[in-house]
């Protein structure tokens, strides 16, 4: 029940998947092993003109083209979906008996939402606007940043303030990390925790395509997110959710829930260095993996797989295979990004990649990284290419780096025979 | 569990940088035409381009200068320049800055296109208006970026999001983990910048408009830009280093819930009168209490952090101890006590 440090023991007993392949868990995992990609032209925006017009789109009913669902109304479509898959799995009822942290992305008002307030202003300023929408409260709450953790928090009725967790590309882990502490110390028996991103709106893919940070390959989109390749030219964006139930050991065992895995160790390491950029010495990424060791008690070869970052950005993928090597020595375990598959899913790719860590040593089947026709052999890494592998292994880290320098790698482990 | 000792405040708001600007708290200053009909606390002229390099300056919204300030002030008065390397970082804040006068250009026009081709006119607007390196200045979780980058923190870092409550909520994670033994020094805080047509926008329901009134009159907020962050730390590592203690941090409470139970539990949280309140308006409100908000007003995710720093630099001024209290003005309820190290 308790840890090499005499912390309690965090297991998983509940998870929930809603990614490009499928909106639970079955069909995303059934996606990922056939290796198959979910990566398709957008359709719910015009994308006119745009650099990058493909995605890993997770789309709704009310996705009318022109006028898409908003971001925090995806988030929680989304949310719901994975939470309630989560919380089925567990067998747990709501109201959830502890606390709930989720990895989020921020939201904000957009222009549909802009024209509608524009159409009740007596003019086009900005202090028009404003005025305006002191008297349209309705149009303020499925934008503001809080509406979804709030929502979800009212829904499952988790205990305490509601964690909605941002650190750019690494949230989904940081909220996973945030709920591993919070249950060691003895804070809550149990965390509700995964990541939820819908950012795929015109203006961020804008945003992300001027900082070249995506890929342009939008012809044919399976081909375009191809981590680890010398062809790699930027990430595709994605929609997704995952949703995690976390308990200490103890508090699972005594309700006699299923025990379908353990998070063994986190760890991060903030970079000084740049805002988008590693610094060149890879020491912030190899530290974040030797402190999430140190926190599991592992050394590094009890690790049989990694879950890379992988996002199929040059700088990255050449970073993080250097970073593992400094880690791992010159033969690293078998490393595979499925990003390649769904996308990068930003604020929920860490909680994602979480659970795919766990289906995979449930399995002892390795998820490849596809588009493997031009593997950059510079790199010295197995990426698992194209084909799922089975694998003996007991023990997985997943890598998440954010934008601002905030890496974070979660160490898990399956559940014991 | 461990004390949890505060050892280094950076303040800043309307009335000024540090200590001498807010021990004693001086005349509000406040600007009712600039934004009208929203009154707000705007900042003094800082020279925040002289104390952030010049690289790093361009490459920041208003929000994290402002952050990036004040954490760097906090550090300094820790006296903790030497011991970033190891320290864990606590960030609250919200989305960022926006482009208002590329929005403002697209919003005189956008009505006028016609429909059919409006969307594609508006992201070509957006593609050739848009900084690149605006994106990153308008992340919340760069203002923590730009903290490790400036001033080398490279510990943990975690920003959370959640207006008001997610203030609390950082500090209460800081102090848990010292508490606990997992930390032994946490830089943690948030900023917020008032002079911000975006923030009108987004938040126009929830704000105060016309004359500017008491905070015990207000149904809606009055921004005030502040800053505010501490340096947390066990009281062993801050012995062992010979620092200076300016108090002891205890009982970070934060809560949230349906609407219908917000008032007790706040009473749960708060005193029954008198302390330091952070509340943005009328709503819950504490017998005796001194209102913050009517020198400063009201910061968002930086309100608590400023309120604790505040009381921080009294208890070490001489006050006995002090209850900081507060709610969202949506969500959240909190509370901790600010008390001199025995």
């Given at each position: 029940m308790k840890d090499h440090r005499g912390r309690p023991r965090v297991v998983v007993t509940g998870m929930g998947l809603v990614t490009a392949l499928?909106?639970?868990?079955?069909?995303?995992?059934?996606?990922?092993?056939?290796?198959?990609?979910g990566i398709r032209p957008i359709t719910r925006f015009n994308t006119t003109g745009m650099r990058s017009r493909i995605g890993g789109c997770v789309d709704f009913p009310g996705d009318v083209p022109g006028r898409p669902?908003?971001?925090?109304?995806?988030?929680v479509a989304m949310g719901e979906l994975a939470l309630d898959e989560a919380l089925a799995m567990a067998g747990l009822a709501k109201p959830f008996p502890g606390r709930l942290s989720l990895g989020l992305p921020p939201t904000e008002l957009e222009w549909p939402a802009r024209a509608d307030i524009m159409r009740h202003a007596e003019g086009t300023t900005n202090r028009d606007l404003a005025i305006a929408s002191t008297g349209m409260p309705e149009v303020h709450r499925v934008q503001q940043v809080v509406e979804p953790v709030r929502h979800f928090a009212a829904r499952y009725g988790t205990r305490g303030f509601p964690q909605a967790v941002t650190t750019a590309c690494a949230s989904g882990a940081s909220a996973i990390q945030m709920a591993v502490e919070a249950i060691r110390r003895g804070e809550t028996d149990c965390v509700l925790s995964g990541g939820c991103e819908a950012s795929m709106t015109p203006e961020t893919m804008i945003r992300f395509s001027l900082l070249q940070a995506l890929s342009a390959r939008n012809d044919p989109p399976e081909t375009a997110s191809r981590p680890f390749s010398l062809t790699r030219d930027g990430f595709i964006m994605g929609d997704g959710a995952a949703g995690l139930v976390l308990e200490s050991m103890e508090h699972a065992t005594a309700r006699g829930a299923t025990i379908l895995g353990e998070i063994l160790g986190v760890g991060e390491r903030a970079d000084t260095f740049h805002r988008t950029r590693s610094s060149p010495d890879g020491l912030a990424i190899s530290g974040a993996v030797e402190n999430a060791l140190r926190d599991a008690g592992l050394s590094a070869h009890a690790i049989g797989y990694i879950n890379a970052h992988g996002t199929s950005t040059p700088e990255n993928d050449k970073m993080e295979?250097?970073?593992?090597?400094?880690v791992f020595g010159e033969t690293c375990p078998p490393i595979s990004s499925t990003k390649s598959m769904l996308g990068h899913t930003l604020s929920a790719a860490?909680?994602?990649e979480a659970v795919i860590c766990l289906l995979a040593l449930r399995d002892q089947m390795l998820p490849p990284t596809i588009n493997q026709t031009d593997t950059d052999m510079a790199l010295g890494v197995d990426v698992v290419p194209n084909i799922a592998r089975p694998h003996g292994f007991s023990a997985?880290?997943?890598?998440?780096?954010?934008f601002g320098g905030q890496n974070v790698c979660v160490v898990l482990g399956g559940a014991e025979a | 569990m461990r004390r949890v000792c505060i050892t280094g405040v950076g303040l800043i708001s309307s009335l000024g940088v540090g200590r001498q600007a807010h021990v004693p708290l001086g005349p509000a200053q406040r600007d009712a035409q600039s934004f009208a009909?929203?009154?707000?606390?705007?900042?003094?002229?800082?020279g925040m381009e002289n104390v952030i390099p010049r690289r790093e300056y361009r490459q920041m919204e208003n929000f994290q200068r402002l952050g990036t300030y004040a954490a760097g002030l906090a550090i300094a008065d820790a006296d903790a320049a030497g011991l970033v390397a190891g320290m864990d970082l606590v960030v609250a804040a919200g989305g960022g800055e926006r482009d208002w006068g590329l929005d403002e250009a697209i919003q005189a026009e956008l009505l006028a296109i016609p429909a059919e081709g409006r969307e594609a006119w508006l992201h070509q607007k957006l593609a050739d208006g848009l900084r690149p390196t605006l994106f990153l200045a308008q992340l919340p979780n760069l203002l923590a970026g730009s903290i490790s980058i400036v001033h080398n923190v490279a510990g943990s870092s975690r920003t959370l999001m959640g207006e008001e409550g997610a203030g609390a909520e950082a500090l209460r994670v800081a102090a848990a983990r010292i508490a606990a033994g997992s930390a032994e020094m946490v830089l943690v805080g948030g900023g917020v910048i008032a002079e911000r047509w975006d923030v009108m926008l987004a938040f126009g329901a929830a704000l105060h408009h016309g004359p500017w009134c008491p905070t015990a009159e207000r149904d809606g907020l009055i921004m005030g830009s502040q800053a505010g962050f501490m340096v947390l730390e066990s009281e062993d590592h801050a012995r062992a280093r010979q620092a200076r203690i300016l108090a002891v941090l205890r009982d970070v409470r934060v809560d949230a819930g349906p609407e219908e139970g917000r008032a007790e539990r706040f009473a749960a949280l708060a005193p029954a009168s008198g302390g330091l309140s952070v509340a943005p308006m009328r709503a819950m409100a504490v017998p005796g209490a001194e209102m913050l908000a009517d020198a400063i007003g009201s910061g968002f995710e930086a309100s608590f952090p400023v309120g604790v720093a505040l009381a921080a630099?009294?208890?070490?001024?001489?006050?006995?101890?002090?209850?900081?209290?507060?709610?969202?003005h949506g969500y959240g309820e909190f509370s901790a006590l600010v008390e001199p190290c025995p």
């Open positions: 499928g909106r639970d868990l079955p069909s995303s995992w059934a996606g990922l092993m056939a290796g198959r990609s669902l908003t971001m925090a109304q995806r988030l295979a250097m970073a593992m090597h400094l860490g909680a994602i997985a880290l997943s890598n998440s780096f954010g | 009909p929203f009154p707000i606390h705007p900042l003094p002229a800082l630099l009294r208890v070490e001024a001489g006050a006995p101890h002090i209850v900081v209290h507060g709610f969202g």
